[in-house]
């Protein structure tokens, strides 16, 4: 679009509005027969002419020169607006503002991606090597301004394919702006057309459309902008030489789809005002500036940013995989994930069953027959699972030893959670005590509060903990010195908390409330099921500033960019008992049926 950005900067942008729709009203006016100038279509729906053939020859070029890029966690293909100039053009060179070729809107989405994922994935950027032509060209080539649209997809789909072959693993995001988001909206549907291609699909984890022309009225997707959800594409309205699928997206695509448009929009947010407009087009010169205007204004723009964001938190939603059986017997209560490839999962039979790069083994008597409810590793080598009663099991190297703990009044501790920092140091909550394991020996309880029973513990350090209780409340432990309680809750039974590091901390409510942390200051977020259910919270584990996971009786939830994903159902029979993230891209959780799952995001 950056040939009405220029006529605008020069005061005649009224003029070239009026001109559009001029030539809109013309074509709508007389259908097909209307839009013979410029090159006609083939029937495979591909570009003719010398123009349309130096698109695929760049094409062709593009998808076999390339070198493979390093398998980074997330490839970002993204595909620029109507005359912007990018790879496949003579005269684009790179710069500082757009240095990938993109176009200023999809460049947002990219940066604020970017922003959102740094430090937690690793982003790969393709821009689409194809004629983006200028909206001119619908004035007087209509069929070639469509067909260059065939030559985007279709480079598109072979590179995502080349990808592919060497980065099967790869998560993908999709971007593009005007004639792009047409390009990628098509992407989408061919996507769906053979098995190898629907394997593409399963890794697309979001797609952003900003002021997509193929916008179809009341569509599968997530919609950002004042735009109605009636609103239409261009494209739509042009369908017979636009060739536009009216096809809706299945409600599982349309929930990756985050379409951005602004009511009034000239490409994406048609209406029966536009179509009015069309039928006496010169009272609408000022609205059609207007409409003009809308469609350039996206780059940093509130509704973009949202959409942008909300791409990074699907992308960190990551992949859920398993519901692997690996306790027979049922009754999973806790597990720990020091490393990525190394978890420790425990029973109420007093079982523990070890994560090893990707393979489960056991079971292991680690508790002498007696109920496990909670487990944690500081490493492979050093684990501490505990009883409901006044036993402590530490496992160094795979021998298990036993001791019994009493608290403050000399009574037996009721164990009930247990965090360990680091190898030879944990800490551990009773009823009302805590108990710290260090130089090989446990120091007998001492007293954190006498009202409530505490529930979870998170130790990030060996200088600080802080431990919640069945009453809403949280105790901070720093240096050995427990200061609380404090209210952050209502009164909720809170059933998990996780810190890291000191100043970002996690507590869930056995309703849907998670409750965060930054700085001392607490918020409440509500989290809602795949379902549209409560979440029903069961535990969290936060690995790093800013990302968490989060279980409920059957969903996954993950927290990243200052916000949580909706649910993700990950099985309807059981419930959710412990979850442990050693990072922000490997993640495991166990139900109280034996089933562990796991949790991706290379």
Known sequence: MSGIRTWLRRGRGLAVAASAVAALAGTLAAGPASASSGASASPSGTPSGAASAAVLAAQRAGVT???????????FVGARGSGELGPGDKHWKPSRADPYGLGPTVNSVYDRMAAGLRGFRAVHVISVSYAAYSVETLFHARNQYFNGLAAGVNWTLGRLASQARSCPDQQIVLAGFSQGAMVMHRVLHDLGTTAARRRILARVAAAVLVGDGDQIPDDNQVRFGTAARNARGIAQSLRKISHASPVKFTPAVGARVLSVCDAHDLVCGWSDFNLLCLSVPLTCVIAAAIMVKIHLGYPRSKPLLAAAD????????GRWLGGRLIDANGGLTAVSCPAASFCLAV????????YDRGRWSGPVDAGDGTGLSGVSCASPGFCVAITSGATAYVDRGGTWTGSQLAGADGNPANLTAVSCPAAGYCVATGDDDSYTYSRGAWAKGVVVQVSNTLISISCPSASFCLAADGSGNVYADSRGRWSGPRQIAGGA????VSCHPASFCVATSSGNTAYTSEGGRWSARQLVGADGNPANLTAVSCPAA????????WDGYVYSVGAWTRGHLLQDVSTFTSVSCSSAS??????????????TAS
């Open 65 to 75: 020169a390339a070198a493979p890029p390093a398998c980074a966690g997330v490839l």
């Open 310 to 317: 909300q791409a990074s938190r699907d992308v960190l939603a």
């Open 347 to 354: 029973d109420s039979s007093g079982n523990a069953y070890t």
């Open 493 to 496: 039974y809170l059933t998990s």
């Open 546 to 553: 800013g990302f968490c996971a989060a279980t409920g009786d």
């Open 586 to 599: 490997f993640c495991a959780a166990v139900d109280d049926g034996g089933r562990a799952f796991t949790y």
